[in-house]
């Protein structure tokens, strides 16, 4: 049988659905303390005193008390100076935003730590806040670190100034829009959680525990050989899990000092003011056309919020990650962006789903909404005439597209549209008052996440162990990996142990994040079976006393030429491969979004929705349309729901569900995704290109086209994201 291509169920599913799935807040651990987090109400303040004489905790931990420790680094290279300003294990002396560890505490219960966290005194003497990255950039503005002038992290740039210059000055139409990409989070179903033992053991819901564990013990002044680094079943990351944390820190430190096991797990409220959010950039970008309408240049100037402190991925997510994707699919000969970075007494930004991808595209296609409206051509004409055709093609920003199909996703998405039909829609829509728009936009992701990574089989006792340095959070790596190893070694799926997840089991490995696990961890996984073959080929020689060349391999079985023959799984053997690619696949497609929206209320309606995309071989259907399908789900959140919001004096105002609005599934329509075939990528050998981002890339732009273009009707030609019932109705009432 051949299991790439087919959709099989998700072997993990069966534990999950029967309440077998083990978290880090299921892990038995007797005798185990809890720590509870004693955090900042203030967004920026001087911490005067700090009494713990009140709480009657096994242990209270300040800044005080973490003598040899330093902040958790920010690894992050952009190519171009970054002034950091790394977030503390314990505020030592100020506070920066609101939600930062002041104190951690450990007692017997977790209701006994929150209450000795409650008995801290502690005596603050309140400074100025600011909290718009603009603002924060003024000179005047509140400073929050010494060695941070200005508030200004770095100023990264990118492209060829002169020749975007020249091409703006020679256009024909230059089209220039002001666009925000919203604070939002990551809000994964199972909020942060730690447990720690004694013994320098850590379990955490992470997403790339090497990373972790390095980090960890930089800041613990530790080497890497004292942690150990394992991970359970996760709910969800999204790239909030992906790094470290204070309260990592602090349960590793309170084991070992209290010689117990110390656990904790954050509440949804401190998830939502203390973890990290995502996105956060504000861009001023224009598009310069010729006559025609073909694309002469585009350039983006733009300030990326960073928050308080320059968590681990922070600073790449708005530059060199961004950088790699502006101008999307479309064939621009001259781009430059400017990006400057701020610090602001607001909560870090991390990698979020797609991580500077989603900004990027939306900045191209939002424009090219806006120069449809203004000289007429309509946009799906200016898509088509400036859409990659030819590859291998090196964009402006020197990325090679090395294979696609993008004016066939286009023209699928078109025909999906129905636009012939839709101007019976609207005016059925009409007829009960309400506004009806129609939306297709394309995306292009950059997909590769960390250089390389490691694969082991191991054969033994008639199964195969996999072990891989990639990570499944929720995509159903447990099926896919053992999909793929299965085909090379030819043996049935049944037989396979997946291991992620451990530093003590994996030798190294990047985990998850980009998009990267097929791409990055299905090659070394292809080159851990072809070693495995070669290891066993002579082994079977030996056993079968032929020469091995002329042996045969077919369904997990050496025969040679007598007939006689010995099975793969009755051998005892191990082979492991690494490699370091850098390169990138592509990802990308059109969809569409239809909406109707009540001009009484502002409330938007998502009608219809379609995916016309091409992500090269599919391991598993199945797989990559629920990938897909959440991803969408939450680019569609971003585009008429989510906004994390802080007031000027740096309190966090959507600080729950009661004020952060997630999509549910009243607001979503069936997803229908047409995957496009045709076009496996040329830079590893399963030809497979990520899908875990795309969603979050493609559907704010699609779902805000379509938006604008129901209220196109009514003279409104820009709104930011997110297009809330609020939004939507001020816009139309001005």
């Not at 781009?335 to 610090?343: F, L, S, T």
């Not at 959507?654 to 995704?673: G, K």
Request: glycine letters at 10%; hydrophobic letters at 45%.
């Amino acid at each position: 049988m051949t299991y790439i291509g087919q959709s099989i169920r998700r072997v993990e599913d069966a534990r999950f659905l029967t309440g077998q799935g083990r978290y880090v807040a299921d892990l038995p651990a007797p005798g185990a303390l809890h720590m509870a987090v004693l955090r900042s109400p203030h967004a920026h303040a001087r911490i005067l005193s700090i009494d713990t004489s009140g709480a009657e905790a096994a242990l209270v931990l300040t800044a005080a008390d973490l003598a040899g420790t330093q902040p958790l680094p920010c690894p992050a290279n952009i190519g171009v100076p970054l002034a950091l300003a790394e977030r503390p294990i314990l505020a030592d002396g100020l506070v920066h935003h609101v939600g930062q560890a002041v104190a951690f505490v450990i007692a017997a219960t977790p209701e006994a730590a929150r209450d000795a966290a409650e008995a801290i005194l502690v005596d603050y003497d309140p400074l100025p806040a600011v909290t718009d990255p603009h603002a924060a950039l003024h000179p005047g503005a509140p400073q929050l670190h010494p060695q941070v002038p200005g508030n200004a992290a770095f100023d990264w740039q990118k492209g060829d100034a002169p020749a975007t210059e020249a091409g703006l000055a020679a256009a024909h139409h230059v089209t220039r829009l002001s666009l925000r990409n919203q604070r939002v989070t990551c809000a994964p179903i199972e909020p942060r959680a730690a447990l720690a033992t004694p013994d320098g053991t850590l379990h955490v819901n992470g997403q790339a525990v090497h990373g972790m564990r390095r980090q960890l013990a930089q800041a613990l002044g530790l080497p890497e050989s004292d942690l150990r680094l394992v991970v359970p079943d996760v709910g969800g990351g999204f790239g909030v899990k992906n790094v470290p944390f204070p309260e990592h820190a602090g349960v590793l430190i309170a084991a070992k000092r209290l010689g117990k096991p110390v656990r904790w797990v954050s509440e949804q409220a401190e998830d939502f003011a203390a973890s990290a959010h995502g996105r956060a950039f504000h861009s001023d970008a224009a598009l310069a056309l010729d006559a025609e309408g073909r694309f002469l240049a585009l350039q983006v100037e733009a300030v990326a919020e960073l928050g308080a402190f320059a968590s681990p991925n922070g600073p790449a997510c708005p530059t060199s990650s961004a950088g790699t994707a502006f101008g999307g699919g479309y064939v621009i000969p001259a781009i430059h962006a400017r990006v400057v970075g701020a610090y602001a007494n607001t909560a870090p930004i991390e990698a979020y789903r797609g991580a500077g991808k989603p900004e990027a595209n939306h900045i191209i296609e939002m424009l090219i909404e806006a120069a449809a409206r203004e000289t007429g051509i309509p946009a799906a004409t200016l898509r088509a005439r400036n859409l990659v055709a030819h590859h291998p093609h090196t964009t402006a920003m020197n990325m090679t597209i090395a294979d696609g199909q993008f004016p066939s996703n286009l023209a699928a998405a078109e025909a999906a549209a129905d636009r012939q039909g839709f101007a019976a829609r609207r005016a059925e829509s009409a007829a009960r008052g309400k506004l009806r728009g129609l939306g297709v936009a394309c995306f292009m992701e950059t997909a590769r996440g960390a250089f390389g990574e490691w694969a082991r089989l191991t054969v033994a006792g008639g199964r195969v162990e996999l072990a891989i340095g990639t990570h499944s959070n929720g995509q159903g790596h447990e099926t896919s990996m053992p999909q793929i190893a299965a085909d090379h070694l030819a043996l049935p799926l049944e037989v396979f142990d997946y291991v992620q997840g451990d530093t003590a089991r994996i030798l190294k490995g990047g985990g998850h994040g980009g998009a990267r696990s097929l791409h990055q961890g299905g090659r070394a996984l292809v080159e851990a079976a072809a070693a495995l073959l070669a290891l066993a080929r002579p082994e079977a020689a030996r056993l079968l006393q032929s020469p091995p060349e002329t042996l045969e391999y077919a369904e997990g079985r050496f025969t040679a030429p007598n007939g006689a023959s010995v099975a793969l799984l009755d051998m005892t053997l191990s082979a492991e491969a690494e490699h370091d690619s850098g390169l990138c696949t592509f990802p990308h497609g059109a969809q569409v979004a239809e909406v109707e929206i009540d001009p009484d209320t502002g409330e938007t309606t998502l009608c219809r929705y379609i995916a016309c995309d091409d992500y090269g071989t599919l391991v598993n259907p199945m797989l990559t349309e629920g990938q897909l399908q959440g991803g969408l789900a939450q680019g569609i959140g971003q585009a008429l729901l989510e906004r994390i919001a802080y007031d000027a004096d740096g309190q966090l105002l959507s600080a729950t569900f009661m004020d952060y609005c997630l999509p549910r599934a009243a607001d979503l329509p069936m997803i229908e995704v047409r995957f496009q075939p045709g076009s496996p990528a040329s830079v590893n050998p399963l030809g497979v290109k990520g899908v875990g981002q795309a969603g979050c890339i493609a559907a704010p732009q699609v779902v805000m086209a379509a938006v604008l273009d129901a209220l196109a009707a009514r003279g409104v030609t820009r709104l930011d994201m997110p297009a809330t019932p609020e939004a939507v109705w001020k816009a139309l009432h001005g």
